[in-house]
């Protein structure tokens, strides 16, 4: 009877404070270029810019973003973003993600459709934000369109 008391008390608690989880709306990305820095037939190293807006009323300071990145619907990359940043209150920011791949024949196929003239290719950058707010859990996010992509 006292184990079943302290267990439903636990749960009150528990499902109280998710209650004060600040509401935050999810960011909108996009993928804005993809540049090949550097590769080989082993591995390929690109600088992909990413744009964030921020629809909320409070500045996002992201931890990371955890992201797998599919280009002309195949696998590409998987990773983290390397440093943290702050999305300041209903703004938005831009900066780059260092992608590195090893997958030799998805880079094939997208350097054949770049060979052939083609500028231009379908993405979908999926993953989650960790945020830096107290109580609020990572935010998943899931953008598609088109990213242009340069040679260097």
């Known amino acids: 009877m006292f ?7 636990c749960t009150a608690i528990l499902s109280g404070c998710s209650a004060f ?7 909108r990305l996009m993928l804005i270029s993809a540049e090949m820095m550097s590769g080989d037939m082993f591995n390929q190293q690109f600088r992909v810019r990413v744009h964030v807006e921020n629809p909320n009323a409070r500045p996002l300071p992201i931890k990371q973003i ?3 990145l599919f280009l002309e619907g195949d696998s590409f990359s998987e990773g983290a973003s390397a440093a943290p940043f702050t ?6 920011l831009e900066f780059d993600l260092v992608v590195k791949t090893n997958f030799v024949s998805s880079v094939g196929r997208l350097l054949s459709r770049v060979n052939d003239g083609r500028t231009t290719i379908r993405y979908d950058f999926v993953g989650k934000l960790d945020v830096d707010i107290s109580m609020l859990p990572a935010i998943p996010f899931n953008a598609g369109g088109t990213i242009e992509l340069r040679r260097k």
């Open 3 to 9: 184990r079943t008391v302290v267990i439903s008390l």
């Open 87 to 92: 999305v300041p209150a209903n703004d938005e």
């Open 21 to 27: 989880a600040p509401k935050i709306e999810t960011p």
């Open 66 to 68: 955890d992201y797998e």
